[in-house]
C-alpha cells in the first residue's frame, strides 16, 4: 500500500475499533449557515446555532486599531484599490462584518469556535476576547504552519490549536505526524475530507489527537466519516450535518 507505514493497516488498529475523542463530533457550522444567510455574519451565525450546530467556524483577522474581525478574505474593495483590514480601523469595515466580541455578545458562549486566525498577530486578542466571555477551552484556533502552533502553544496553555493540511503536506506520515502533533501539544489534525480513512482518525486518537475532517457537504460523506470516527465535521449544510450526526452520531461510534 505504498512506502508511507502509516498507510498500512496494522493489526492493532483493524482488529479493534479506536474510539472518538469526541462523542458526537463537533458540528461546525462553516461561516455559520451560509446557505441560508449571507457568510460570516451574525444572522448566520445565529441561525446555525437554531439549527443545532454545536460549532462556529470563521476566518480571524485583525485591525489598525487592534479589533479583532471575522471575514474569510480579510480585504475591502476590489484592486487596485483594496484595502487589506489590517490597514483599516474597525470603523471603516461594513457594518455587517462582526467582531469577535460582537459574536460572543449575540450568540453567548455556549458553543465551540473554529477560527482560521489569518492574521497571527491577533492571537492575544483573539484569546482575550474569548476568556472575557468564558469561552477560552471551547476555542480552537487553526493554522497551517507548526512553529506558529509551537509559539502560540507557548503563549496560553489552555486553548485547543488545530493543524490545518492535506496528507501531501506531512513529510514524515501521518503516524509520525500525529505523534508531532502531540508532543507539541497541538490538539487537532484538520484536513480534507478525502484525506481521513478510518486508520488515518485511528492513528490520531492513539496518539491523544483530534481528527477534524473540512468541506463535509453531503449526507453519504457524513456517514463515512463518522463510520471513521472523526470528531468535528466542517460544512455549509447545517440542517443536513445536525440529522446525520444526531441519527448515527454515537450508536455507530
Known sequence: ????????????????????????????????????????TLP???????????????????????????????VLGRWPRRQRFADMPRSALPAHVPTLDDLYASCGSAFELSLDVKDPAAFDAIVSAARAA????????????????????????????????????????????????????????NLHRLDWSEVYAALCHRAGVHAFAWDVQKPGVVEQLLDMRVDAIYGDHVDQMVTVVGRDGVTSR
Do not use: K, Y
Open 44 to 74: 448566520a451565525f445565529e441561525l446555525a446555532l437554531s439549527q443545532g450546530a454545536t460549532g462556529l467556524e470563521s476566518d480571524a483577522w485583525m485591525t489598525s486599531d487592534g479589533r479583532v474581525v471575522l471575514d474569510h478574505d480579510g
Open 134 to 189: 468564558g469561552a477560552v477551552e471551547r476555542l480552537w484556533l487553526c493554522h497551517d504552519d507548526l512553529a506558529v502552533l509551537d509559539a502560540w502553544r507557548r503563549a496560553d496553555e489552555v486553548v485547543h490549536l488545530v493543524h490545518s493540511t492535506r496528507v501531501s503536506r506531512i513529510g514524515e506520515g501521518v503516524r509520525q505526524g500525529a505523534v508531532t502533533l502531540a508532543e507539541h501539544r497541538v490538539d487537532a489534525l
Open 1 to 40: 500500500m505504498g512506502s508511507d507505514p502509516s498507510t498500512r493497516p496494522e493489526e492493532d488498529l483493524m482488529s479493534e475499533r479506536v474510539p472518538a475523542l469526541r462523542v458526537p463530533p463537533i458540528v461546525f457550522a462553516h461561516r455559520g449557515a451560509m446557505d441560508r444567510a449571507p457568510e460570516n
